[in-house]
């Protein structure tokens, strides 16, 4: 790959984007937001990228995953008027659809297609198979760490206050004091928590609090820590002396994986935002 095949997607994602909004008939504000994270995410990549020592293909490999990856959210959201998945369609199958029929991987190697078609397909899935190859493996594991951290990022900027709430973001889910024990009891065992588990906005935060256990670079649990996303979905939740014992729980896994990865050698971790954050 090239760098002007990655420049010739972007050209492509612009229309792309500009005409899905044209055509929508509802608000398509949050299309932008959609456009904007995927700028973020290729900024993710590339910087968890550089910092476990990729370069040349392999960087532009993944930043084209990074590109393409939510081009199915548009016509999600044009079609559904959500970007619920439980409620409409696999945005990731959505988006290799879309990829396909649009041909836009036609003038790369079968080899570079497979693997950003592939990433793209697996960006969202609970596991991934443990069948790839190691580089299918390198990229999609690059793209689930990139798209965790701008979900972050968007998320925390919201409950923190800094941003205004959007009931689309969570679903439509009711926002309550309840937290489901089930979940917390999964955060406990220091396991993910299956979304269908997820039955209103706080379980939906504790939800993204778990995806610290399926991280896969050093740089990114940096990351998390240096931006103090978890601290911030914890101090939206309301006070309880199990989610006191929770909150230590994880913390303690976080500051081990960060402080391990940091103290290891090789791997630069990726630099803090700062506390400006993007208007999703």
Do not use: C
Request: zero cysteines.
């Amino acid at each position: 790959m090239k760098a002007e095949d990655l420049a010739g997607l972007s050209r492509w994602f612009a229309a792309f984007v500009e005409n899905e909004r044209a055509l929508t008939a509802i608000d398509p504000r949050p299309m932008d937001l959609k456009a904007r994270h995927t700028a973020r995410v290729q900024q993710e990549i590339l910087g968890i990228g550089k910092a476990i020592g990729l370069s040349g293909n392999a960087l532009l490999l993944a930043e084209a995953a990074a590109l393409l990856h939510d081009v199915g959210r548009f016509r999600q959201y044009r079609l559904h008027g959500t970007f619920s998945d439980a409620r409409s369609v696999d945005h990731a199958r959505l988006s290799e659809q879309v990829i396909r029929e649009e041909g836009i991987l036609d003038g790369l190697s079968p080899r570079e297609e497979a693997i950003i078609l592939e990433a793209v397909r697996l960006h969202n899935r609970r596991e991934v198979p443990g069948d790839l190859d190691p580089e299918t493996l390198l990229h999609v594991r690059l793209l689930r760490d990139a798209d965790k951290l701008d979900i972050y990022r968007i998320f925390t900027g919201i409950y923190s206050g800094q941003e205004a709430p959007d009931p689309v973001l969570v679903h439509l889910l009711p926002d309550g004091p309840e937290i489901s024990p089930e979940v917390v009891a999964r955060l406990a065992a220091r396991r993910i928590v299956p979304f269908e588990n997820v039955r209103n906005v706080n379980d939906y935060k504790l939800f993204q609090v778990g995806w610290i256990f399926d991280v896969n670079f050093p740089p990114t649990w940096a990351a998390i820590r240096a931006r103090g996303y978890i601290q911030i979905i914890f101090d939206s939740l309301p006070g309880s002396r199990e989610l006191s014992d929770l909150r230590h729980s994880i913390f303690a896994f976080l500051d081990e994986r960060a402080g391990k990865q940091e103290g290891a050698g090789g791997d630069t971790p990726l630099p803090q935002m700062g506390d400006s954050r993007l208007n999703p």
